[in-house]
């Protein structure tokens, strides 16, 4: 059994310096529950006809918050920024990345040792991807690297819109379906990792 913790990500609403009209930028982020301190799992049932040589991969089972997607788990940055004014400008990056470094080691006394799943055995499919003008601005499908600091997805807020409240807004969401790839015969046991998710703005 492989358990995905998205933990360290769960409604966190961040401050940082103020632009142009003496507001502060706001960023908001959820991964899975909104509730502050809760921590979400996907597991991945490497058992029965699923331990075999046909290597057919595993859909994750997550106790988040249910979706538009059977097993998703909402992935949603919202951003309330103080709007490109004067002289033009195009906003301001939102940047989304994700730690996956430690990938996911054996559970101490489940009988795999010190073995350690690689997280690059796991993907994704995203749902919800934007259209039109904004197309590939959000998270597109894809897998985890093993690294520290991987760029998910980047979009520009706090550009020129319509409005009285001198606010430019964007919100990124999407549902993501976690599978693992099952390539790979490890020894029997349970494996238990946590990866983290990190908003960011300038």
Request: with cysteine; charged share 10%; net charge neutral.
């Amino acid at each position: 059994m492989l358990v995905l913790s998205t933990g360290s990500a769960s409604a966190v609403l961040l401050y940082s310096p103020n632009l142009g009209n003496n507001q502060p930028r706001q960023l908001t982020m959820t991964v899975g529950s909104p509730l502050v301190g809760v921590v979400n799992r996907v597991t991945f049932d490497v058992t029965g006809s699923n331990v075999s040589s046909s290597r057919i991969p595993v859909t994750g089972i997550t106790d988040a918050p249910a979706t538009n997607q059977a097993n998703g788990v909402l992935v949603e940055v919202d951003t309330r920024v103080p709007k490109v004014t004067g002289g033009g400008g195009s906003g301001v990056t939102v940047s989304l990345s994700v730690d996956s470094s430690a990938g996911f080691p054996c559970v101490a006394g489940s009988g795999c040792g010190a073995a350690i799943i690689p997280a690059s055995t796991v993907s994704w499919i995203s749902y919800n991807k934007d259209v039109g003008n904004f197309v590939g601005q959000d998270i597109q499908d894809g897998a985890f690297s093993g690294t520290g600091s991987q760029l998910l997805a980047q979009f520009l807020t706090g550009t020129p819109g319509v409005g009285n409240d001198n606010k430019g807004s964007a919100k990124m969401s999407n549902v993501l379906v976690f599978s693992y790839d099952n390539a790979t015969l490890y020894p029997a046991g349970q494996y238990n990792g946590r990866v983290t998710f990190t908003a960011s703005i300038p």
